[in-house]
T-cell receptor, first 115, second 116 residues
């Protein structure tokens, strides 16, 4: 069975500092991995995805994520945080063997950027 | 392109009543997913549907909950005899057909159900 874990409920970073939001996954075969962001009272918005190819994936708003197969991780990163990055971030995984497989989301990490 | 439309945005029901949540996917999308988000918690998968077909309902409670995605019209998530524990935000997402595994989900703004 596929699963995804976000070990930190909350991450606090000062504006201008680099940020990392952690994600590990478990799935048979090569995974499809995603990051989404949720602002208050809104639906989730897509940030980036890893399907195949380069392990470093670049996405929206200056975010990037690194796929590490040996550590089964897909951590979200940004070199310099902005106050406007404060939101709830979700990692998601899908097993690619079947087009009918569902997408599973982690429990979310609340990112708080202080001025 | 209006995106994924969910209605109602807010729904209040008393215990024992029925709740119906509707989701119109993005134009051209034929896959619909429903997720539930409890306060201060993550997204829990409920059900994955294609037109006239339930693909995976492993996340649906065995009783009181049902979902459909008819040939015409929106997808409906139906909760019968609601209880206070059903209070949550229910999100619908859609994706296009083909290469489904790699496709990004487009989410609606959610329907917030409050059970009194």
């Amino acid at each position: 069975a596929q699963s995804v874990a976000q070990p930190e409920d909350q991450v606090n970073v000062a504006e201008g500092n680099p940020l990392t939001v952690k994600c590990t996954y478990s799935v048979s075969g090569n995974p499809y991995l995603f990051w989404y962001v949720q602002y208050p009272n809104r639906g989730l918005q897509f940030l980036l995805k890893y399907i195949t190819g380069d392990n470093l994936v670049k996405g929206s708003y200056g975010f990037e994520a690194e796929f590490n197969k040996s550590q089964t991780s897909f951590h979200l990163k940004k070199p310099s945080a902005l106050v406007s990055d404060s939101a709830l971030y979700f990692c998601a995984v899908r097993a690619p063997e079947s087009s009918a497989s569902k997408i599973i989301f982690g429990s979310g990490t609340r990112l708080s950027i202080r001025p | 392109n209006a995106g994924v439309m969910q209605n109602p945005r807010h729904l209040v029901r008393r215990r024992g009543q029925e709740a119906r949540l509707r989701c119109s996917p993005m134009k051209g999308h034929s896959h619909v997913y429903w997720y539930r988000q409890l306060p201060e918690e993550g997204l829990k998968f409920m059900v994955y549907l294609q037109k006239e077909n339930i693909i995976d309902e492993s996340g649906m409670p065995k009783e009181r909950f049902s979902a459909e995605f008819p040939k015409e019209g929106p997808s409906i998530l139906r909760i019968q005899q609601v209880v206070r524990g059903d209070s949550a935000a229910y999100f619908c997402a859609s994706s296009p057909q083909g290469a489904a595994g790699a496709n990004v989900l487009t989410f609606g703004a959610g329907s917030r159900l409050t059970v009194l």
